[in-house]
């Protein structure tokens, strides 16, 4: 076990450099499986859930490495069915694009049900109407979810909830099936685009990612590519954030500023600067900033993984504002941790009202999971004293070496083993 030592009152100064999208990356590596050839994946976080789904495909049989630089050499052509590793596939969530990967080109599929951090629960009944759309039979039992098919096949699909899990899940079981898919209300998530971006360059045919309509007429055969990822817009969202949250002066390079659109949006209106820059964007942070109402909601509104570092950066606001959580039902589990430190907060079902005060207090608190751990470090850095963030390894999931960006932005910051 491991944990960050975190002593505040260090404005951010300097440039960081974003990450590759870890919520691309995992699907993009369970795509390969339809290739049954060899990918050159560029660009991807050297984060614990790549690492992990790297062990999965090792197990299924794949041939594959991954450098200091984030590439990803793999070859599934060895992969005869897939029978994912229940010790493995559920420490992520992810792990649940393999049943659409391997439905796709084995026409067969087994995993356990998602893994990963706690936010509520997490139905994949949508991934379920989408293969059975396509001519699949799924079956749950002893704790496993089984997919079979004797032969898949185009058809129009209305998905009931907007779902990026779903939409891309269904992409990946539809891009070998006979015959043209629809995929109504559809998400329209960037990482969304990734995936079919890459399914393209493998020789699929794709159109309308990005829109809620996406259409996929089957083909044959897939082949091998060298694709590299976009960059993480979460991760470079949390660094504006924790910019502004400091009264510091960042230069948050390697992004693709449209997709940050939403957080910029927000972030100007409580009196913050952000200024675009090509593929950069420069933060900077008065001494006071003004309360704002949050509400999280599917793309391109404010993003669901970015409500626990924003409620944060609000306890300094000057008023009070009001967060409403739409998209995952148990996202407040990193409030009481955060009234240790001296936020006023009221939470009442999904709106959490915040009171902004002068300064959070240090404390020892716990990481909830990956995006409320990293809402405590933010809260670290603008605290009085010396805070300790338990469960680093929640961090660890899906941000990219945070203490030694943060370091090299002025934090003072170190993990330590207990």
Do not use: W
């Not at 079979?148 to 907007?162: C, F, M, N, Q, R």
């Not at 949250?245 to 913050?272: F, Q, R, S």
């Not at 924003?310 to 606001?317: G, N, Q, R, Y």
């Amino acid at each position: 076990m491991e944990k960050l030592l975190i002593e505040g009152g260090t404005k951010l100064k300097g440039k960081v450099k974003i990450s590759g999208f870890k919520n691309a990356a995992l699907p993009i590596i369970a795509a390969t499986l339809l290739a049954g050839d060899k990918c050159t994946i560029e660009n991807l976080p050297l984060i614990k859930d790549v690492i992990v789904y790297k062990e999965i495909m090792s197990k299924l049989g794949a041939d594959v490495s991954l450098n200091n630089k984030g590439v990803m050499e793999i070859d599934t052509s060895k992969i005869k069915k897939c029978n994912a590793p229940y010790e493995l596939a559920t420490k992520i969530r992810a792990s649940y694009y393999l049943l659409g990967a391997a439905l796709g080109r084995f026409s067969q599929a087994q995993a356990p049900p998602p893994g990963g951090c706690s936010i509520g629960n997490r139905p994949i009944d949508q991934h379920i109407k989408g293969f059975e759309a396509l001519g699949a039979k799924v079956d749950i039992s002893h704790g496993i979810i089984n997919c079979t098919a004797e032969k898949l096949k185009g058809e129009k699909i209305y998905l009931d909830v907007v779902t990026v899990g779903a939409t891309i899940n269904i992409m990946l079981a539809s891009v070998l099936t006979e015959g043209k898919t629809v995929i109504e209300n559809a998400a329209k998530e960037p990482h969304i685009v990734d995936v079919a971006n890459f399914l393209n360059a493998m020789g699929a045919e794709i159109r309308g990612a990005g829109t809620d309509v996406i259409r996929v007429q089957g083909v044959n055969k897939l082949k091998g590519c060298t694709y590299s990822i976009i960059p993480d817009q979460i991760e470079a969202g949390t660094y504006m954030i924790a910019t502004a949250a400091t009264g510091g002066e960042v230069i948050i390079d390697n992004v693709i500023p449209t997709h940050l659109e939403a957080i910029t949006a927000k972030l100007k209106e409580m009196n913050v600067e952000v200024k675009e820059y090509g593929d950069s964007i420069k933060v900077y942070a008065p001494q006071k900033i003004k309360s704002v109402d949050v509400k999280t909601l599917p793309y391109p509104g404010f993003p669901t993984d970015l409500q626990q570092p924003m409620s944060v950066l609000l306890c300094h606001a000057d008023g009070t504002s009001i967060v409403t959580e739409t998209v995952s039902e148990d996202r407040f589990k990193y409030v009481d941790e955060l009234k240790r430190m001296g936020a006023r907060i009221k939470v009442d079902g999904r709106v959490a009202v915040i009171q902004g005060i002068n300064k959070l207090s240090a404390a020892k608190v716990a990481a909830s999971d990956l995006r409320g751990g990293v809402a405590m470090v933010i809260a670290g850095l603008v605290a009085d004293g010396v805070t300790e963030v338990e469960n680093a390894y929640h961090i660890d999931r899906g941000y990219e070496r945070l203490e030694n960006k943060l370091l090299s932005l002025g934090a003072k910051i170190k993990r330590i083993k207990i």
